[in-house]
């Protein structure tokens, strides 16, 4: 089978050349040495070109993959920050805290009797700092602790992170990390001048742009900054400033990386996890029972509509304009945040996976090919109803496939079509072993 797929790859590449490209010759095998006469077995038909311009659109797929990501010196810390982390947990479990045990351990048994019945058990995300997968209510109070774990060990880094994660407002925080800048700007540039190594904190400018942002004062201190209580000349007042340390003027050059990190940082986000899972076949693949986690309204706002819509359904369907119907579906869209998607293959097996409402059709196509033993096969996906997915970039939410929706993949028919004449169709399923192993019953 694997040489037959080769075979084919072997042909696209043969009958795909350029413009002006001298065509490569086609892959012989070596002829075998001559031996005893015996049946001369049945010569294999050679891949269509319907079959090979298949899978020459599917090899080019692939091609378009993102490139291989880089790590970053944001990156670097928040894998120090998992392996501290890690190491300080099993070098004191016994030491814990109740808080930092539950802080620390997977949180889906926890929740398996409450969840009993439901599709999913919730919307699960995974901290990049620590690699734990925690609900999605319990994501930013998880962070926010790993972040002030930290601290103690890397205060720079750490107050770094506070400032771009905690803080909402993105304009607000790019203003504040742009004067933080221009402070140590200024004294990496004019170090002899005494000015510039003292802020005001009473100053309008601090208090506007820097002072309402979470983090900022811990990594004034942490840069080499402290507090002291001056007199005002010419008053008999006093006021409090930020005064850089005398030593710190010997280490301007980590003050200048300093400044690079705070203005390179970005939030520390937790990525959604895909809750991968495979079921064997089941005529229960289209009943799905979503925890409220999937929904933007509450358990008792998403009641009252359903209460007030079933009342007034028949009224507004015949008053209702086209214009009114598309407003309508656009507030239907915004209800929802995740999507729980299933993909039935031609076996029978069920492939499922939770994204955000708002990603594209192609982020499921990929899903899927990774999912694949052999991710070159060319497929479609098919929405209920039997619409082909042809438009990757729209949204999930665009195409009607929320909260939930039980897909159909089909594979090309040329390619299938000429597997099966060559007597090598695949045999079992075409997920990964690794994928079956851990197979699951509907329910």
Not at 114 to 122: K, P, Q, Y
Not at 175 to 193: F, R, S, W
Not at 275 to 286: D, L, R, T
Not at 345 to 361: K, M, N, S, W
């Amino acid at each position: 089978m694997r040489k037959f797929f080769q075979d084919i790859k072997a042909d696209i590449k043969f009958k795909t050349a350029g413009p002006g490209q001298k065509l490569a010759e086609p892959p012989r095998e070596r002829a075998p040495k001559e031996k005893p006469k015996a049946a001369t077995p049945k010569s294999r038909q050679g891949p269509t070109d319907e079959a090979q311009m298949a899978a020459a659109a599917a090899l080019a797929r692939l091609e378009q993959k993102p490139k291989p990501w880089l790590p970053s010196s944001q990156d670097a810390i928040k894998s120090q920050v998992k392996k501290e982390l890690l190491a300080e947990a099993a070098a004191s479990e016994s030491g814990l805290s109740t808080d930092h045990k539950l802080f620390l351990q997977s949180p889906v048994s926890a929740v398996e009797e409450e969840t009993a019945g439901l599709s999913v058990s919730g919307v699960y995300f995974v901290c990049p700092l620590t690699g734990a997968t925690v609900r999605k209510d319990q994501k930013e109070a998880h962070i926010k602790e790993a972040i002030l774990l930290h601290s103690s060990r890397d205060p720079v880094a750490a107050s770094i992170m506070e400032i771009h994660t905690f803080n909402r407002d993105r304009e607000r925080v790019k203003l504040g990390v742009e004067t933080i800048a221009k402070y140590l700007d200024n004294i990496h540039l004019h170090p002899e001048e005494e000015k510039y190594r003292k802020i005001k904190l009473q100053n309008k400018v601090f208090q506007e742009r820097i002072n309402c942002l979470e983090g900022t004062h811990e990594f004034f201190q942490a840069v080499g900054f402290e507090k002291e209580t001056l007199p005002v000349p010419g008053q008999e007042t006093t006021e409090e400033y930020y005064v850089l340390k005398e030593e710190v003027l010997t280490k301007l050059e980590d003050l200048k990386d300093y400044k690079e990190q705070l203005l390179s940082s970005e939030p520390v986000k937790a990525q959604l996890d895909r809750q991968i899972c495979v079921f064997k076949p089941s005529p229960q693949a289209a009943q799905f029972e979503l925890p409220h986690d999937f929904y933007n309204l509450t358990a008792e706002e998403l009641k009252r509509e359903q209460r007030l819509r079933t009342e007034a359904v028949e009224k507004a369907s015949m008053l209702r304009t086209k214009a009114m119907r598309e407003r309508e579906e656009q507030r239907e869209m915004r209800k929802y945040n995740y999507t729980l998607l299933r993909v039935r293959f031609p076996d029978g097996y069920i492939l499922q996976g939770t994204f955000y409402a708002r990603e594209p059709v192609s982020v499921l196509y990929r899903f899927v090919r990774e999912a694949l033993k052999d991710d070159w096969m060319p497929f479609e996906l098919l929405a209920p109803g039997g619409l082909k997915l042809t438009e990757e970039n729209l949204a999930f939410n665009e195409c009607g496939l929320v909260p939930s929706a039980l897909l159909t993949l089909a594979w090309d028919a040329a390619v299938m079509a000429d597997i099966k004449a060559s007597g090598e169709e695949q045999k079992g399923s075409p997920l990964k072993p690794e994928l079956l192993s851990a197979v699951q019953i509907l329910s």
